[in-house]
């Protein structure tokens, strides 16, 4: 019986432990609707947040951190990214031509992504 009290101790510790994490790495909601409404976020918390679809050509992002973010299916172009985290970001079949300081070495991108030179992807 005691070796049962203790696995259900562990489970709970385990579930709060994971929910707080959980808590901790998510987007910002604010911080999603404000890129969504104005294309302007600097400095915001956007990990793992969902911008699909997302039209901010010329926005500031610069700050930002998009790590895991997907934004699958956007137009970016000339937005500023200087500084931003964009590690593991989906930006498959985004347009980034003229985007300014995107550092895309860590980024998912592919042959539908264009890159801030304006050549098709992937881009590095």
């Not at 409404?37 to 990990?47: M, P």
Request: one cysteine or more; glycine letters at 10%.
């Amino acid at each position: 019986m005691r070796r049962d009290a203790v696995s259900v101790r562990w489970f709970i510790a385990c579930s709060v432990a994971l929910t707080i994490i959980a808590t901790v790495v998510a987007s910002a909601p604010s911080d999603v609707e404000r890129a969504f409404t104005t294309g302007n976020c600097k400095d915001c918390d956007l990990v793992e947040a969902n911008l699909s679809g997302i039209r901010a050509d010329n926005g500031d992002f610069s700050g930002a951190n998009f790590l895991d973010a997907t934004i699958y299916g956007g137009s970016l172009r000339g937005a500023n990214f200087t500084g931003a985290t964009l590690h593991g970001a989906n930006l498959k079949l985004v347009d980034l031509t003229g985007a300014i300081g995107a550092v895309l070495d860590q980024a998912i991108t592919d042959w539908r992504t264009t890159c801030p030179d304006g050549t098709a992807g992937p881009c590095n």
